[in-house]
């Protein structure tokens, strides 16, 4: 039974990465052709897409090592006695503006802007010094000659071009660029900054729900954008399960929200479990500005921004959890912090799951599907099988039932490229890219 | 059963279909909360509270002092490469040692360069 999503099939594409760590973050960047991954020992590596070449069509759209990189330094806090991890949180790419790349990555404390570069010509015939670089002698000097470029092989450099550090005191789990494209935000559990992309030494901060007594402590910022095209607004999502927007324009301080994105819950329903699977792990704008999509512990929502009453769809990630909560809350898994991404024309959405499942929900059709991102069960260029978990009864076969699944095999992060059908999936240490098979 | 749209309803389902599907819903949700207060009978009414919170803000290991961290990154690094021959080990600091538990004395260097 071949469950066609959108009219295509998704294969499995060749990259295969396997890394020493945890990947922590995936990212597109924005025309797609870089992809980059942060990891769990604060390494970054940037894949690119290989150009179409009429000599090797089965590579066409191939995503390849780029550039490899440490960004952040495992770190200790002096004051507090505690380790700062290197673990990159997240990255987020700034638009093109020239040859070079630039991307922010961060980690709980210090958020770096990088510069990655190529070099692809090397000076030769230099005055005062001989090629392998030795001072020559100046008196020996009888001549000037001009140097002159020759080409070499292709070298990708990166280069940290600005920290950004000490303006958090709680740790950063979001950050992201505003479309002014001059100014970005990073959020911690409890403030929400502004930073301008050349200023390092100063950073506004514009949201601050740190209760003056901690015992009132109700509730921490889990996540927070910026709108993709008004550069005054931003949300920010909660661990009670509320998203907040915000107008720069109204305040300088956005203590009080514009917007208010609350579902009424029926409180004969409450139970012990409400709140913490209700906590937003992720909150994501649509492309076109509209919506936006929160994803809690069981669902994801798509919320229209003109709505705060209630989401205008929900979408069941894996209900079946529900009555495995008492031991998910066991062993931490009811913790998991999953993220959501949009497809570029916005009528699709994906997110992660357990035993290295992810689920792609299509907005118009309604029809969803669960693929596995595993290297035993897709070959290079097979498409996809989709896959299904047994809730109750008899179990069918190539069915799975949900005692069987792997709660260690989790996929937090996933990407979508922002124009065509191409996905990134992060499965603990290996990073799968699956797209359209061409016909 | 995958999705559903909060702005149409495609059919009024009764009262008695709604509670039967708001049973499936509660009924999972509250049996598991009922398994977990009958394992841990102390636990808290309010998971959210400002304590769990609070220990949420604080996450990572918590060390004595930067020299106490260091050691231990040092112990893990030493950790990844292969294991020497256990027998020579440090004695102290685990226990009291006791005279056959000490490595023999290493010659000194004046030692060394005299007889070399």
Known sequence: DDVSFQNHNLINCFCILLTADIISTVEFNYSGDLLAT????????????????????????????????????????????LEIEEK??????????????????????????????????????????????RLRDPFRITALRVPILKPMDLMVEASPRRIFANAHTYHINSISVNSDHETYLSADDLRINLWHLEITDRSFNIVDIKPVNMEELTEVITAAEFHPHQCNVLVYSSSKGTVRLCDMRSSALCDRHSKFFEEPEDPSSRSFFSEIISSISDVKFS??????????????????????????????????????????????????????????????????????????????TRRDVTLEASR??????????????????????????????????????????PAENVIAVAATNNLYIFQDKVN | ??????????????????????????????????????????LGQKPGGSDFLR?????????????????????MKNKQLPTAAPDKTEVTGDHIPTPQDLPQRKPSLAASKLAG
């Open chain 1, 38 to 81: 942060g990891d769990k020992g604060g390494r970054v590596v940037i894949f690119q897409r290989e150009q179409e070449n009429k000599s090797r069509p089965h590579s066409r759209g191939e995503y390849n090592v780029y550039s490899t990189f440490q960004s952040h330094e495992p770190e200790f806090d002096y004051l507090k006695s």
């Open chain 1, 88 to 133: 990159i949180n997240k990255i987020r790419w700034l638009p093109q503006q020239n040859a070079a790349h630039f991307l922010l990555s961060t980690n709980d404390k210090t958020i770096k802007l990088w510069k990655i570069s190529e070099r692809d010509k090397r000076a030769e015939g230099y005055n005062l010094k001989d090629e392998d670089g």
């Open chain 1, 287 to 364: 492309h076109s500005g509209r919506y936006m999509m929160t994803r809690d512990y069981l669902s994801v929502k798509v919320w229209d921004l003109n709505m705060e009453s209630r989401p205008v769809e929900t979408h069941q990630v894996h209900e079946y959890l529900r009555s495995k909560l008492c031991s998910l809350y066991e062993n931490d898994c009811i913790f998991d912090k999953f993220e959501c991404c949009w497809g570029g024309s916005d009528s699709a959405i994906m997110t992660g799951s357990y035993n290295n499942f992810f689920r792609m929900f299509d907005r118009n």
């Open chain 1, 376 to 417: 035993e069960n897709s070959k290079p260029r097979a498409s996809l099988k989709p896959r299904k978990v047994c809730t109750g009864g008899k179990r069918k076969k190539d069915e799975i039932s949900v005692d069987s699944l792997d709660f260690n095999k989790k996929i937090l992060h996933t990407a979508w490229h």
């Open chain 2, 1 to 42: 059963r995958g999705s559903t749209m909060s702005a149409e309803v495609p059919e009024a389902a009764s009262a008695e279909e709604q509670k039967e599907m708001e049973d499936k819903v509660t009924g999972p949700e509250k049996a598991e909360e009922a398994k977990l207060k009958a394992r841990y009978p102390h």
């Open chain 2, 55 to 75: 220990r949420r803000l604080q996450k990572g290991q918590k060390y004595f002092d930067s020299g106490d961290y260091n050691m231990a990154k040092a112990k």
